[in-house]
């Protein structure tokens, strides 16, 4: 009988446990086609070779920031990436980044006609059926794994997946390279997509994923947060305190000096159109606001999957002071033109719209969700409210209205704020001196 195919055990561990079978384990390592060996004298080889210096006066670090997600794209992943690499290289650094959309899609196309049908003939002949999301998921995981052995690890001095599954990947080809992998979460994966319904609570999905995360806490060698909030979470899934470097995330920002171009009062909401923005409750908030209207002009930048529902929420409560201005590339000129910022988000971690928005120097109005209240700080960087809180945001949204010495502070504050501790430069000297740390640590 041919031998079943599923390339990571640890997973299949976790499902038979949740399954309840008791068959032979599985173990599986990278096949290689020869280098195993090769890599392991990598590994044991230290180098006697002076390092170049970087312009902060350290080693010059040849890096490779990996990623799942297609790069570049739209959104802050994506903008965290070459915010890094453009500061990384600006010190002196070697930065490759890596994406599965760079690699041949033809090739891509060939494995998912061999993969798909063993995965699934696994799943049915090891538990008796399959979900679409985990053969989906091992699908990617598998496929970009392979696409990732063209890629020559070992010449790099420092490896950092921005993600659980870029992390699991590289740690399969750690095992033997034994480099500094660096791990960065960019939110908590399973536990807010049970939050949001898209993974239900108890299901064989929610196993397969955590287990995913565990395993690349696991493999990191450290990881930086991007706040304090993903500590606790981290930490239940088997994270050390020790290991974990909190680096709130800086911008490049080109600030524009602030104008208007009306009498009014400029709202602005710079977030994607979906479910966790909170856009509804700003509307609803809005609604409430009796008198307010004539006063104020409210641009909701952004695209999304709800735009449609949202506009027609907008008709349906008369808020004719509502613009929807879709995806924008001039955000510095828009938030130039704002006077209050509004992110009424119901789950976050450290939304970018927001440290772009204290650049600016708007008055800021948002939520206590994730990490926002590391950075903006109740009534001195901006006005903090509860998610979900509809007529919480109404009366504070009306007194940031009929108060524009408040949001001059505000705004002012947020601004000197951001300048000092949310820039590019700030956040990538935290960084690089993870990256030199971990060489020191791997060298001793």
Not at 123 to 142: A, M, P
Not at 346 to 369: F, Q
């Given at each position: 009988m041919k031998e079943l195919f599923f390339p990571y055990p640890y997973l299949v561990s976790a499902l038979d446990k949740y399954y309840g079978v008791k068959s032979k384990p599985i173990t599986a390592k990278i096949k290689d086609k020869g280098k195993d060996s090769k890599r392991k004298k990598e590994r044991k080889k230290k180098s006697k070779t002076k390092k170049m210096k970087s312009k902060s006066g350290s080693k010059k670090l040849s890096i490779l920031i990996a990623t799942f997600w297609d790069y570049p794209h739209t959104g802050g992943l994506s903008n965290y990436i070459t915010t890094l690499r453009e500061g990384l290289r600006s010190l002196g650094h070697k930065v490759d980044v890596i994406a599965p959309n760079q690699f041949s899609q033809?090739?891509?196309?060939?494995?998912?006609?061999?993969?798909?049908?063993?995965?699934?003939?696994?799943?049915?002949?090891?538990?008796?059926?399959?979900?679409?999301?985990?053969?989906?998921?091992?699908?990617?995981?598998?496929?970009?794994?392979?696409?990732?052995?063209?890629?020559?690890?070992?010449?790099?001095?420092?490896?950092?997946?921005?993600?659980?599954?870029?992390?699991?990947?590289?740690?399969?080809?750690?095992?033997?390279?034994?480099?500094?992998?660096?791990?960065?979460?960019?939110?908590?994966?399973?536990?807010?997509?049970?939050?949001?319904?898209?993974?239900?609570?108890?299901?064989?999905?929610?196993?397969?994923?955590?287990?995913?995360?565990?395993?690349?806490?696991?493999?990191?060698?450290?990881?930086?947060?991007?706040?304090?909030?993903?500590?606790?979470?981290?930490?239940?899934?088997?994270?050390?305190?020790?290991?974990?470097?909190?680096?709130?995330?800086?911008?490049?920002?080109?600030?524009?000096?602030?104008?208007?171009?009306s009498g009014k009062i400029v709202i602005s909401c710079i977030a994607r159109l979906g479910p966790r923005k909170g856009h509804s409750d700003l509307f609803n908030a809005l609604s409430r606001m009796n008198g307010t209207g004539n006063q104020v002009e409210v641009q909701i930048v952004g695209d999304g999957e709800m735009r449609e529902a949202l506009e027609a929420q907008v008709k349906s409560l008369r808020l004719s002071n509502v613009r929807f201005l879709g995806k924008r590339d001039d955000v510095p000129a828009i938030?130039?033109?704002?006077?209050?910022?509004?992110?009424?988000?119901?789950?976050?971690?450290?939304?970018?719209?927001?440290?772009?928005?204290?650049?600016?120097?708007?008055?800021?109005?948002?939520?206590?969700?994730?990490?926002?209240?590391?950075?903006?700080?109740?009534?001195?960087?901006?006005?903090?409210?509860?998610?979900?809180?509809?007529?919480?945001l109404a009366t504070q949204l009306k007194h940031l209205i009929g108060n524009e010495a408040l949001r001059k502070k505000l705004g002012g504050n947020a601004y000197q704020y951001a300048k000092n501790h949310l820039t590019r430069e700030a956040m990538v000297n935290k960084i690089e001196g993870v990256y030199q740390n971990q060489i020191v640590s791997g060298d001793e």
């Open positions: 033809v090739n891509v196309e060939k494995l998912r006609e061999v993969i798909v049908p063993e995965l699934k003939t696994f799943f049915e002949q090891r538990y008796g059926s399959y979900t679409s999301k985990i053969i989906q998921s091992s699908r990617l995981l598998y496929i970009y794994e392979q696409m990732m052995k063209s890629v020559k690890l070992e010449k790099y001095d420092i490896l950092h997946a921005q993600d659980l599954f870029t992390a699991n990947i590289l740690g399969r080809f750690n095992e033997d390279l034994g480099k500094p992998l660096l791990f960065t979460p960019h939110g908590m994966f399973t536990f807010s997509r049970v939050k949001f319904n898209r993974i239900e609570k108890g299901s064989v999905e929610e196993v397969y994923y955590k287990e995913i995360e565990k395993k690349a806490i696991e493999y990191a060698t450290h990881m930086v947060i991007l706040s304090d909030s993903f500590r606790d979470p981290l930490s239940s899934l088997g994270a050390k305190s020790v290991n974990l470097t909190t680096v709130n995330t800086g911008i490049d920002y080109k600030t524009i000096d602030r104008g208007k171009t938030l130039s033109k704002t006077d209050i910022f509004v992110l009424p988000t119901v789950n976050d971690n450290l939304p970018i719209s927001i440290i772009e928005a204290m650049h600016s120097g708007a008055a800021i109005l948002t939520t206590n969700c994730g990490g926002i209240t590391e950075i903006v700080h109740h009534n001195e960087t901006g006005i903090i409210i509860e998610p979900g809180n509809v007529s919480q």
